[in-house]
């Protein structure tokens, strides 16, 4: 059952999983619970005793971009690889609620935010009696770093675009344009998992990194090959996937656009870099709801 656009939600019960991070290698347990209307999402490291574990979802407090984003508090409790647990909060319309999880790392599960659509689905929502807010976009904001960037412009309901491009013949050029919205959301991107290089992996676990991955829950390219045994699962999985990374770090704006999204071969950090320059333009946003809206258009 799809979320009301007019009223906040959490979930109706506690949604409990596990899974290995992809970065850690940690096997990390989940407990996603219901939150207060205006609560937001925060997440609690339940491992994390001797100090402030709480650590809201928010942008201003991005402390890495590097393969994944980071978030952290003033205490240095730290949960990373949040954005597609967030991009899947994004779609499905879950305002508020507190994960719980007694690791590092929220689970990489399979690579994409599917697994986190059915956890949220078997939960079931709860509509609250307060009313959803969103960010409207009023003028347009760009950041750009080299040949990446990424944009906010105005628009009447959330779109998404984005272009990736590898020398791989297994990517190369691929494109996408839509109407974000929930249905999209679970029939076209959901299902598309995270991808890497064979090349970077050495250096990528001397860094402490990708300790986790593996062909269950990473798309892996060997020059122009997809090293899994099943291919993709639908075209134009990569840039899809890197879509579902955007519409997760945009959540941490702490609610949904109405606006128009465009990023150009960006990643976690130039999203971020978005997210931030946004909330320090004032004049380029406002908080709204679909009742002011549509009573605006009238």
Not at 211 to 234: H, K, M, Q, T, Y
Not at 240 to 257: E, F, N, Q, S, T
Not at 261 to 286: C, D, M, Q
């Amino acid at each position: 059952m799809a979320s009301s656009p007019f009223y906040q939600h959490t979930l109706a019960g506690p949604a409990i999983f596990a899974g290995v991070g992809v970065h850690s290698g940690q096997h990390v347990r989940v407990s996603i619970r219901p939150a207060p209307a205006g609560a937001g999402i925060t997440f609690v490291r339940t491992d994390v005793t001797d100090r402030d574990n709480r650590i809201p979802a928010r942008g201003d407090l991005v402390v890495q971009t590097q393969l994944g984003t980071v978030i952290g508090n003033d205490a240095g409790a730290k949960v990373s690889t949040v954005e597609h647990l967030m991009a899947a909060f994004a779609a499905l319309g879950v305002d508020n609620a507190v994960v719980e999880l007694d690791g590092p790392e929220v689970p990489i599960m399979d690579g994409s935010a599917s697994p986190f659509v059915d956890i949220i689905d078997r939960a079931g929502l709860r509509r609250q009696e307060a009313a959803r807010s969103y960010i409207e976009i009023l003028e347009t904001i760009e950041v750009t770093d080299q040949d990446k960037s990424a944009k906010l412009s105005p628009a009447d309901q959330f779109e998404m675009s984005f272009q990736v491009k590898f020398d791989s013949k297994a990517i190369g050029h691929q494109s996408v344009d839509e109407v974000l919205d929930e249905a999209m959301f679970r029939a076209e991107f959901a299902d598309c998992r995270t991808f890497g290089f064979v090349e970077e992996v050495d250096a990528l676990r001397a860094a402490g990194l990708a300790r986790g991955g593996s062909l269950d829950n990473v798309v892996v390219i060997e020059g122009d090959d997809i090293l899994n045994p099943e291919g993709l699962r639908r075209d134009k999985e990569m840039v899809r996937h890197k879509a579902i990374d955007a519409l997760g770090d945009l959540y941490l704006l702490g609610a949904p656009l109405l606006g128009r999204f465009e990023g150009i071969y960006s990643g976690h950090g130039v999203n971020n870099a978005l997210v931030r320059a946004l909330l320090e333009t004032p004049k380029a946003w406002r908080w709204t709801t679909l009742n002011e809206t549509l009573a605006q258009a009238v």
